[in-house]
């Protein structure tokens, strides 16, 4: 969008000296008002902001549950049914099997941990890698999905969160922590357990028979990329690196972005200085209430 102003000389209808008169040019022509537009084109830049694979995950997520709350789609068309996938060729039901997340706060909880762990692993451990991670990813949902077969789940959302929660667990620094629904705090080490631990009681042994699905994959993507040394399985991690094709579809990610936040450090104090109140020093010492 561009805008651009001129000044206008004032008349008897306008009081003050001067007033600007804007031309809006590059709307949406389905946007009216300019601040409208100002605003829908803010959020826009706002999602190009998140990378392209954690903007993809929650995008996906949102466009399979969202219409099955809304009872615009029944659950039962997003579901894996395996006789459906491979005796009617229903393959959307793979993909959609991984983002359906249910209804209510839980879902709401399961995707703020899906943006906030996957946007961090892709920022930090993938910086313009995106394509390295997707491929990866995609590996896992592969393996997810193989481990699922035995036990016929029909959704493998939460063992896809728990697999990505798992590598940003074994990947955070020594001595870590983190909350658990802001209840409980523990090493960050330890949530995948204790996610494991919650499905158990919510959902019982079959749901959390689901997510330990997560957890194996998500233990052997660390095993294999990375290693307690930091290279990864000899043999092994070169198969972890994007093919061309993948590379073709997706970006490879602007990394850290200046700008998406608000870092504040805190100034140094030189060593010796005393400390002093904040605020504006108007001279004089100044006398108590209640004082000459």
């Not at 394509?131 to 035995?150: E, K, R």
């Not at 919650?198 to 997560?214: E, F, H």
Request: with cysteine; glycine share 12%; hydrophobic share 45%.
């Amino acid at each position: 969008m561009f805008v651009s102003c001129r000044r206008v000389a004032s008349s008897s209808r306008h009081p003050s000296p001067q007033f600007q008169r804007c031309n809006y040019s590059g709307l949406d022509p389905g946007v009216k008002s300019p601040v409208l537009a100002m605003s829908y084109t803010g959020f826009w830049d706002e999602i190009r902001k998140i990378p392209p694979v954690t903007r993809f995950l929650c995008g996906s997520s949102l466009a399979v549950t969202l219409p099955v709350m809304l009872q615009l789609l029944s659950p039962y068309k997003v579901v894996f049914v395996r006789a459906l996938v491979t005796q009617r060729f229903e393959l959307w039901r793979i993909w959609s099997s991984f983002f359906f997340g249910g209804s209510g706060l839980n879902y709401l909880f399961e995707l703020v941990m899906l943006y906030r762990y996957s946007n961090t692993l892709e920022i930090e451990h993938y910086s313009r890698r995106s394509p390295d991670y997707a491929w990866q990813l995609t590996l896992a949902a592969g393996a997810i999905l193989a481990l699922n077969l035995p036990l016929g789940s029909f959704v493998h959302s939460r063992a896809l969160t728990v697999c990505i929660l798992y590598l940003y667990a074994a990947l955070a620094p020594a001595g870590s922590q983190t909350s658990l629904m802001g209840l409980i705090t523990l090493p960050m080490q330890y949530l995948p357990y204790a996610m494991i631990g919650m499905d158990l009681i919510m959902g019982g042994p079959g749901a959390a028979a689901v997510s330990v699905t997560g957890a194996v994959v998500g233990h052997l993507w660390w095993l294999v990329i990375y290693g307690v040394d930091g290279r990864g399985y000899p043999g092994l991690r070169q198969f972890g690196g994007a093919p061309a094709w993948v590379r073709a579809l997706v970006s490879d990610g602007a990394g850290p972005v200046a700008g998406t936040g608000v870092h504040v450090i805190p100034p140094r104090q030189q060593r010796g200085a005393p400390a002093r109140a904040a605020g504006y020093n108007w001279g004089g010492a100044g006398n108590r209430l209640g004082t000459e």
